[in-house]
């Protein structure tokens, strides 16, 4: 499943959480009680299958003389990777500025291994020192390269750097790629040149790409890697690995990046010829799958084909990534809401700027969106106290139209049009603001700014409440709320148990949330509950409500 898709379940499900609130809150006003993979429009021009198959053929892999094993240091002040005379690309990329991340025990799963007695020391809940980030396994080759089927066999590695790797298939083409660093620490100059070397006409799939060990249920909402660039202007991440297991997930259009990443860190090639070739996904045998670009091409003897590109190696900095273009913002999927993330973003780093810790921006931030809905929720207050003051009213027309519901709608609708009553708008602040929640989700769980970020006893802000303690206290706070805001007497007994179990609902799922949306969350709560307090001192009770009562 790609991420395009991803942002269409996201658009479905808001759109069904703000239906379901319409419909809830009409028929209490009115009534009281009584991804589918891409289709075969959207699949690239049928060809014989352009991406190079997993089984390696019987004959040697390697024209050239046998030359032992090597490898060199390739190394910058961002980064750390060996090349490798296995595949001829790097293994084993490193970060060492950038740490990786915490293996989070949270309480609830300690206690389970108490109970089951698989405790082993002492509780760690962020584990040892991850050490530096890798940004493939032990596994994965960044920048492989190919004509045809996937062949075994060494390159021949030469230079101090810049550095040469070259092959020779048994074909009879000649892959030589040239390594070198650059004046930005994260970018490497990398040139592929297919070379036919021999005495007749080839013909089949050049391909170069990223490959990689992928496990795991991965989509927006996990940190798993996956394979993934950009095609055609649109964001495509092989999110569910077993749509490229029965075959290849092509990609039409101009390839402006591909490579591998997970949600803070990225590997991605920049073509300098976008149409070169076309994005494909391809599992190539166990659990390993490739970002591959692949271009079908024939060579006549002495023929040659050549494809340039820049190595992006490092963390997802939206600013830095907008600052090199080609779309690499776009691997930082912000989702449908995303004009409202970038907003969120620019107020949240500005924050930043002044106080310096992320947690006390993520407060500051809270503050400023608050105070921007607290008109708006004013306003739905003074419209909640004026519905109350109706409930007499309303109790009679329905006793009175019991038996005609339609009738007793039309009833309500005009006394509302009489008082100036609209029955919508007690639910419209919680409407106006789920963008902006959801905005700040994607904020919070897909940009690097809050990655290891620590705030009191929380090392770090986009992963997991490990003591459950921001959550226990938003639960509780809650209620509280749910206290001080009075149920609207026409609500039937099912509605008032639904009300008094949202908080509960809600809670659970801010213990999978990342600590900075529960921190977020928690500041909320508490001046919604100061403002309720502030609302019930300066706006009283209408006066037929207080007689009613």
Known sequence: MIDKRDNDTEQRALMAILLSLVVFWTWSAFFGPKHQPPGPEDAPTAQVDPVPSVAPPPTPAVSDAPVPERTVDVQTSELVATL??????????????????????????????????????????????????????????????????IEPGAWRIEGSGPWVATRTTADGVRITKTWQTTADPNLLQVDVRFENVGGATWKGPLWVGSIDTFVGEASRYSNFS????????????????????????????????????????????????????????????????????????????????????????????????????????????????????HILLWLLQAFHGVVGNWGLAIILLTLVVKACFWPLTRKSFVSGRKMQALSPKLNDIREQYKDD??????????????????????????????????????VLLYTSDVYHAEFLYLKDLSSIDPLGALPA?????????????????????????????????????????????ALYILVNTVLSIVQMWLINRTIPLPVQQATAS
């Open 84 to 149: 490798s005379s296995n595949g001829g690309g790097l293994h084993g990329v490193v970060l060492p500025n950038h740490q990786a991340a915490y293996e989070v025990t949270p309480v609830w799963t300690r206690v389970k291994e108490m109970v089951q007695g698989e405790t082993d020391g002492s509780w760690q809940p962020y584990g040892s020192d991850p050490g530096p980030e890798h940004l493939t396994t032990t596994d994965g080759v960044i920048m492989a390269a190919g004509a045809g089927d």
């Open 226 to 341: 996956r394979p993934s660039g950009v095609a055609d202007g649109d964001l495509e991440t092989l999110d569910d690995l077993s749509d490229a297991q029965e075959a290849p997930a092509a990609h039409a259009g101009p390839v402006s990046w591909f490579g591998v990443g997970d949600r803070y860190f990225l590997a991605a090639a920049i073509p300098d010829t976008p149409g070169w070739g076309q994005l494909t996904f391809q599992h190539l045998g166990d659990d390993h799958y490739g970002a591959l670009m692949v271009r079908e091409a024939e060579l006549a003897p002495g023929g040659v084909e050549q494809l340039s590109t820049r190595l992006y190696l490092g963390p997802k900095d939206l600013k830095r990534l907008k600052e090199l273009g080609y779309d690499l913002d776009e691997a930082i999927n912000l989702g449908f809401f995303g004009f409202f993330a």
């Open 405 to 442: 519901p339609q009738a007793a709608g039309q009833a309500q609708m005009k006394l509302f049009a009489e008082e100036g009553v609209n029955p919508l708008s007690g639910c419209l602040p919680m409407l106006v603001q789920m963008p902006v929640w959801f905005a700040l989700y994607s």
């Open 473 to 517: 206290l938003v639960g509780t706070l809650m209620i509280i709320q749910q206290r001080l805001t009075p149920m609207s007497p026409n609500m039937d007994p099912t509605q008032q148990k639904m009300m008094r179990l949202m908080p509960l609902v809600f809670v659970g799922f801010m213990f999978i949330f990342p600590s900075g949306l």
